[in-house]
């Protein structure tokens, strides 16, 4: 299973990259909960990415395919992956086809989710984030509110800058303008597969699992 989840920010990516991995064992490889978390923990990656991440920008070329490749390289990616959150742009994208040439990585698949923007706006928004440990949860689907403490520590949640709505309609426009050419690069590949993630969570699992032959 070598998987791409493609699609503006919020239309269910991780969640589905997640519920694979623990159904079939592979690594779900987030750039954004690396990016998070390393913002969690103050680090000098995390310091650098914070001010980015807050302002709805893309963080630099050089930092996201550094991640990927230190992944892609590891063991626990022999069987397989679920890359979440990258590709970005073209270039990130000839980049990895690079990468992917170099470590022998073929026969994958690059799942394009299509979720309007107002449903998108009201996902975001409902997002809050653990301040301790970076780890997000939903008010629609994880039952926490601003005043619940983090399921997992106890510690404050909060709702990111980058996840309300203006910073979510300036990420949009940027999906829009640098993101979705990668579709064209990617078709010209024969590797896109289409699929609506506007239906329930359970729905759109299922229909993974037949795109990919699961």
């Known amino acids: 299973m070598r998987i791409i989840m493609f699609g503006p920010p919020g239309v269910g990516k991780g969640t589905q990259a997640k519920l694979l991995s623990e159904e079939f064992g592979v690594p779900h490889i987030s750039t954004g909960d690396m990016l998070r978390a390393a913002v969690a923990a103050g680090t000098a990656l995390g310091k650098k990415a914070k001010s980015i991440m807050d302002a709805g920008r893309l963080v630099p070329d050089d930092v996201m395919i550094g991640i990927v490749r230190e992944v892609l390289t590891s063991p626990k990616v022999q069987n397989g992956f679920i890359l979440d959150g990258f590709p970005r742009t073209v270039d990130q994208a000839k980049a990895l086809a690079t990468l992917f040439d170099e470590l022998h990585i073929r026969n994958y698949k690059v799942i394009n989710f299509h979720v309007d923007n107002a449903e998108i706006i009201r996902r975001l928004g409902s997002r809050l984030m653990c301040v301790?440990?970076?780890?997000?949860?939903?008010?629609?689907?994880?039952?926490?509110?601003?005043?619940?403490?983090?399921?997992?520590?106890?510690?404050?949640?909060?709702?990111?800058?980058?996840?309300?709505?203006?910073?979510?309609?300036?990420?949009?426009?940027?999906?829009?303008?640098t993101t979705k050419p990668v579709l064209e690069?990617?078709?010209?590949?024969?590797?896109?597969?289409?699929?609506?993630?506007?239906?329930?969570?359970?729905?759109?699992?299922?229909?993974?699992?037949?795109?990919?032959g699961a």
């Open 132 to 177: 301790n440990d970076g780890n997000i949860y939903n008010k629609l689907t994880d039952g926490v509110t601003a005043e619940s403490p983090c399921p997992e520590c106890g510690g404050k949640l909060i709702q990111r800058d980058d996840d309300k709505e203006e910073t979510v309609r300036k990420r949009l426009e940027i999906y829009h303008s």
């Open 185 to 212: 690069f990617y078709k010209e590949r024969g590797v896109i597969v289409q699929l609506d993630g506007m239906t329930s969570i359970e729905s759109v699992h299922e229909e993974i699992k037949q795109l990919v």
